[in-house]
């Protein structure tokens, strides 16, 4: 379980807390922004201090007792692939964001500005396509959305955690706005629901 949780653990270079899962309590969690998973606690988990406030989340996002939907198992989350690249890594001319220079530029009515550009980290080439971000697949498109029990979700989290813990069971955000709650054999999780706009 615990190589499972650690899939689910934030960048530590952006976030050094919540690089690794923690316990609190009974439970153990891991997070990276998007998604919180629980599970019960593992005894190889230490408590850490300054993680998460989750009483806070979950006071903010009650667990519902009813309204759970099945999710789509892995075949019913399909993720449109990427027409540019189709998941190859490749840099013929160097990166597309700062035309090989390594700098972008920015003005405004006052001031010119350089910075380094972030897509490349400066050095002008770029191995990953900037479309997809080198996943070869098109994760923010509206063909990559999923509605289950009312709400839009990335079908690449609802994948994600689907590989991992296998069927899923997802209620409406309650209140309204909030995350969902997701729960499986083994754990729960909390995951964002899409924010779409009136109409689409």
């Known amino acids: 379980m615990l190589e499972k949780l650690k899939k689910f653990c934030g960048d530590a270079r952006y976030n050094k807390h919540i690089g690794t899962p923690w316990s609190i309590g009974e439970f153990t969690y891991a997070?990276?922004?998007f998604i919180l998973v629980r599970v019960p606690r593992l005894p190889e988990v230490p408590e850490r201090e300054n993680v998460v406030n989750i009483q806070a989340v979950l006071g903010e996002n009650p667990e519902p007792t009813e309204g759970y939907v099945g999710s789509p198992g892995i075949g019913g989350l399909q993720i449109p692939e990427c027409p540019k690249c189709k998941g190859i890594e490749s840099n013929p001319e160097g990166c597309e964001e700062c035309e090989g220079s390594g700098v972008v530029t920015f003005e405004n009515d006052f001031h010119d500005y350089e910075c380094t550009c972030q897509s490349c980290d400066g050095d002008g080439k770029h191995g990953r396509c900037l479309k997809c971000n080198g996943t070869g697949y098109l994760i923010n498109s509206e063909d990559a959305l999923i509605e289950?029990?009312?709400?839009?979700?990335?079908?690449?989290?609802?994948?994600?955690?689907?590989r991992e813990f296998g069927h899923l069971e997802i209620a409406p955000p309650c209140p309204a706005g909030k995350a969902s709650w997701v729960r499986f054999r083994g754990g729960h999780a909390l995951t964002m629901p899409v924010i779409r706009a009136n109409g689409a």
């Open 31 to 33: 997070t990276n922004g």
């Open 148 to 162: 289950i029990a009312g709400s839009w979700f990335k079908k690449i989290n609802i994948l994600n955690l689907t």
